[in-house]
């Protein structure tokens, strides 16, 4: 435990990010523990958020694990400025925030402020594709969205950004080693897609220049939560 008024230290990120998906802290909070001393990062997102995540956040951080915190902060800048500081206040290792503009990352990077927390800009969600970025009125193709979001991130001076595998090849040619690049949409080979339109295995996230998988389904729904986020941190460290 730390100290009152102390702030927690980052953990040390594991690789693997596994997404725990839950509608309340109980079930995350087994799934945490079922993990134990694997290399792991923890991703707690806006369902669990909404569900009283923070408190686990809270202890998670205090234990000295690596924490995701995917609130995709997007609101006027002065909100996202003091959500951002809050959430850095926290300990927490990652937090994300919609990379639509540079107002809006400007102002998470000042709240930021001189914390360790690494901001990750989300290009375009993994769920979507083409079709679906026409219907929000965007004529550009999903790669391109990807770079013109990736540009604006590293000039507001973001450590990384979310996109799906599909585009990390042609973020990691194009920014070189400028920013980290998280990749969810995440399925071992024979793993159904769900919901997710832009997929890749463990190995050919890694190949493409991807430096952080997250991972929910294949880990979370496995009958052996372990065993499985085992066998892809053998399929990351063999890729």
């Not at 690789?15 to 990062?41: C, E, H, K, Q």
């Not at 000295?64 to 609130?71: E, M, N, P, Q, V």
């Not at 402020?113 to 219907?135: F, M, N, P, W, Y």
């Not at 990390?168 to 040619?173: G, N, T, V, Y």
């Amino acid at each position: 435990m730390t100290a009152a008024g102390a702030t927690p230290a980052q953990g040390v990120p594991g690789r693997l990010i596994v997404a725990l998906d839950f509608p309340a802290p109980g079930p995350a909070r087994a799934l945490a523990d079922a993990l134990g001393d694997l290399p792991v990062t923890l991703k707690i997102g806006l369902e669990l958020i909404y569900a009283g995540g923070l408190d686990l956040v809270r202890e998670l951080v205090e234990e000295g694990r690596s924490i995701f915190l995917d609130a995709k902060l997007l609101d006027i800048p002065n909100t996202v400025e003091r959500s951002a500081a809050s959430a850095a206040a926290l300990g927490v290792t990652f937090l994300t925030v919609h990379g639509t503009d540079a107002k809006t990352l400007g102002a998470a990077v000042r709240g930021r402020g001189s914390a360790g927390t690494k901001l990750l800009a989300i290009t375009v969600l993994t769920s979507l594709d083409e079709a679906d970025l026409r219907e929000q009125g965007i004529a550009a193709s999903a790669e391109e969205m990807v770079l013109r979001r990736a540009r604006l991130a590293a000039g507001a001076g973001f450590d990384g950004v979310v996109a799906s595998p599909k585009e990390a090849a042609a973020i990691r040619a194009t920014m070189g080693d400028r920013l980290l690049i998280v990749t969810p949409g995440i399925r071992p080979a024979g793993a159904v897609s769900a919901d997710q339109a832009r997929v890749a295995t463990p190995a050919d996230a890694l190949r493409a220049g991807a430096d952080y998988l997250v991972v929910g389904r294949p880990i979370t729904a496995a009958a052996d939560p372990r065993a499985a986020a085992q066998a892809i941190l053998a399929e990351m460290a063999s890729a």
